[in-house]
């Protein structure tokens, strides 16, 4: 039997649309990553000065586009409509509190907590932003930001949207079509404007991409130097067969599927993290990380819309955007995948529960871990040695300086690259899940594309080991992500829409409306006689 490459790609199925965004996203981010392999240097100086432009002239528009987000989300949550149940009022949640609590957060994060969690504080510890009217020491504000960033507003500004938006129009109402641009279909018809919509989601798809490049990078390198810095293996060779192994685990997890390959994953990831987490305590600068932690939440809590709408006008400084503006469009393009994720696995659950484990748990469960990371490399004795690795080789060498003069750090670092390694697999699980569905319409798509696009992403997390430093790799988030941007208001109005449409105005319960090629059902006897007896 000679199989055909549509077969083999998974797009057997796939219509003429579909056939072409595959064709189109695929070969534009094959082509970024050839040039990456290929001349490192120039894809690193293209990106950072494509991100330095992005930052100067949109990173206000990041800022201000997060607050909007956050105040729309936060009303449509806390609204009648926050009551509304994805699938429908009968709909069943599919995974228990656990799985579905580690699935978010596993995936929702990836291994920034632990890879920011070290060179943010640090970097804006010595280098605190200019004109900031607050009273703070530098290590508590640093952690403030910290806090801002990975924990709240942040945690609420992203993912939400899309992921009621997903809830609501493809679970809820129904809209036939698994894709991002349908969520659009209630503001510009999907029949009259198919390019339109192509557009959306093939802008979706890069941005995906982009996001996940960015942490795959990010992971790379810090796999990379924690084995170097911690236990002397500065073999690239190594770091590559470990990527290989983690591939090879990523592989057997996408032919597993969604509930045995990405749960399990999660679950061990999560428990992983408790381990890293607990032995840090034991192991670290206990006082120093708790009384830390609890002065940069006190900073945190007291200034939190100052700190996030932090500006310097009419400067050349750009550190709000090169931070703030960082975090927003890294948010942004992590948006499309996590929140369409979070949507499917969220099935049978409220909005507000949606809320619940998107945003509260996952920021008390960040909070904690950000307080213990910030407080272990800022603390005396640690800050002197972890900030001179930072400037002189930056966050990946930081990490492994912090590891190695802990007690008991080549325990700890082996946890650590234990629970990036889960972060890496899930977070790869979940994105090529959500954009080969994106790709192909269906809620369930068949594994050989789901492969293709993970061979893709390894591909960017190999040729991430060659760019220099981390300025490159920032950029791919930021780059990729700002088209989709402009889309992002309008499918917060289209859930608003689309949750009016299903709730009722009169007892506020859900409803089934029948569909508009539905005819009506004929009135009965019964109901003539009824009516003639009230007119009576």
Known sequence: MKLSPRYIFGLEDADGAELALFIVAMGVLLGLAAVGLVDPSLLSTTMNGAFDWVLKWFGWWFILLGFLLLVLVTGLTFSKYGKLRIGGQEATPDFDTFSWLSMVFTVGFG????????????????????????????????????????????????YLPVGIAFGIIVYTQGVGEYKIGAMLGNLISVEDHRWFHWLVNLSAI?????????????????????????????????TYLLFAVIGAVFLF???????????????????LIGIAMALLIVVGPTLYMFELGLNATGVWLSNMLRLSLYTVPGAANTWAGQWTGFWWAWWAAWSIFVGSFVARVSKGRTIREMFLVLVIAPAVLTWIQHSLIGGWVLAPGYREPVTAAYTSSGIPASIATALSITPFGKLLAVIFVLVIAGYIITSLDSAVFMVSAITLGDEDPNARIRAWWGILLAVFGVMSLQLSGFGAIESFAGVLALPFTVFLLAIVYASYRAAR????ATDDSIITEPKPDEPSQPATDADHTSEDESTN
């Open 206 to 238: 890069v941005a995906s991409i982009g996001g996940i490049a960015t942490t795959l990078g990010f992971s790379a390198q810090t796999v990379s130097s924690i084995l170097g810095g911690t236990f002397g293996l500065e073999s690239a060779s190594l």
């Open 111 to 158: 291994a920034s907590i632990l890879i920011w969690g070290v060179g943010e504080p640090i970097s804006i510890a010595n280098s605190p932003p200019p004109n900031m009217p607050i009273s703070a020491t530098p290590g508590a504000l640093a952690l403030a930001f910290m806090y801002i960033h990975e924990v709240f507003p942040g945690l609420a500004m992203w």
């Open 501 to 504: 449409e299903i709730l009722g």
């Open 253 to 271: 997890d996408v032919w597993l599927g969604l509930r045995e390959g990405i749960r399990n994953a999660a679950r061990a990831t999560m428990i």
